[in-house]
Structures are given as C-alpha cells and as structure tokens.
C-alpha cells in the first residue's frame, strides 16, 4: 500500500489482549517518563470550547518515537497545536531545537502546561505555551506542528491556510505531524501538502492511532 493509499483513519485494529497488554506497557512508560522528566500531564478534561476536542494524549514512547523521526535540528522550532498540559513541549524541549512552543486555547490546561514546562527536567530546549486558539497562532518561525486531533474541521481548515501563506511569504521546510488523523481528508486535500509517510498501529504496537507527517510543498 502506498502512502497515498493509507486509510485516514483505523481504529481497533488491535486485538484486545494485544492493545490491553502494549496499553500497561504504556502506562508504566508514562509513570516511568513523568517521575524523570518532573511533570504531571495525566488526567483527561472536557473542553468548553467551540470546535474543540476533548484533553487526552498519547504515550511518551509515541511522542518521543515521533519526534525521532523528524530527525530535528538546531534550527527547528516545534509547535503543538492544542498542547493541553503541555506533553509533547516537554518532550520535544528534550532535543537539541530552537524551540519547543505549546498552543492551548483552555487557560486552565494553559496553566498546567506553564508550570510542567518551568519543572522540566532534562530540558534542552527553551519552551513556552501560549494561551490562544491556534487559528491565532503566528506560524512564521514554525518549522514542525504537531496536532493530536485537537479540534475539528473548521479550524483545522483555518489553521492549514494560515501555515499555508506563512510558508508562501517565508518559504522553509515545513512539516505537519497528525495523529489520530480523523480529519485527514481536509489536509490531503490541500494542494499545498504532501504525505510522505504513514504509521498505522500493528498488533503489537504501543503506537495506538495512526500518524501521518506531511510537509509543505515550498
Ligand atoms: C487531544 S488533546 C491533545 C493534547 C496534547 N497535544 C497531547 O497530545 O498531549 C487536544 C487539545 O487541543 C486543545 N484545543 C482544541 N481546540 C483548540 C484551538 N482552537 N486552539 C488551541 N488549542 C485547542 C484542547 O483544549 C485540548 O487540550
């Protein structure tokens, strides 16, 4: 199967004792991962906004998995559109980057990912979170976005223009990483976006949503 071919969405496809197992597996990493690192980014919330979608996460094993990927340089500037309590800053703040910057339009969440990201130990990087909606964002110095299905269709439409005409105006490398990528047909829509890469979870996998990683075509 191509790249292009890869559904926009599966879920379930793990069998239950399989997923049930590489979850515990997962729990401990993360106990394990919030012990090292001096954060606490547990617990789920219920957004009051707008075309937002509810707090949650994926593994530290995922994120950091994700993030080894991107093979980042000095020069990146990773943005989390919908960061919560702030995960996946503290994680990308470990790698040698420009910067690590959290987007969160709840000032509660906000607030927790403020003070996880002043506790962070193993810290490389600096890291911020700004409270604002992510249609706000100025995207000019961003150079990867991660989104964990953080809202829906409207403001992903919004924010994907945004991106779009930062890198027309700044032409960079740029790229999307979408987990959970329930509306992935909005993005491989866009003309200005390619897929260059697909994970989808396999029986044993600790990963437990798809990831798709885009780059924009400047
Ligand atoms: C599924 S959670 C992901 C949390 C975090 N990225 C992680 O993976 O640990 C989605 C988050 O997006 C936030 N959110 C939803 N709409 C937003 C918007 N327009 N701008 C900024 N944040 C938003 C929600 O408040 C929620 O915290």
Known sequence: MSIAEAPTFVVGSQPKFAHYCTSIVNRIGDLLWERKLGVRTRGRAESPHHDAHAYGYLSYHTYFTILDRLLLQ????????????????????????????????DPQLARSAKNNVSQLRLRRAP??????SA?????????????????????LEGVLQRIDESC????????????????????????SFTRYDAWLPKTW??????VYFYEHRS
Do not use: W
């Open 127 to 132: 890291a911020r979170i700004t409270t604002e």
């Open 205 to 210: 996998d600790r990963l437990k949503f798809p």
């Open 168 to 191: 027309r105006r700044i032409p960079r490398r740029l790229r999307i990483v979408y987990a959970n990528p329930l509306f992935d047909h909005v993005l491989a829509a866009q003309d």
């Open 74 to 105: 000095p020069s990146d500037v990773v943005v989390d559109l919908g960061c919560g309590k702030g995960r996946i800053v503290c994680c990308a703040a470990c790698y040698d980057i420009r910067e690590a910057i959290g987007v969160e339009i």
């Open 135 to 155: 249609i706000d964002f100025d995207f000019d110095a961003t150079t990867v976005v991660v989104m964990f299905h953080p809202f829906g269709i409207k403001t």
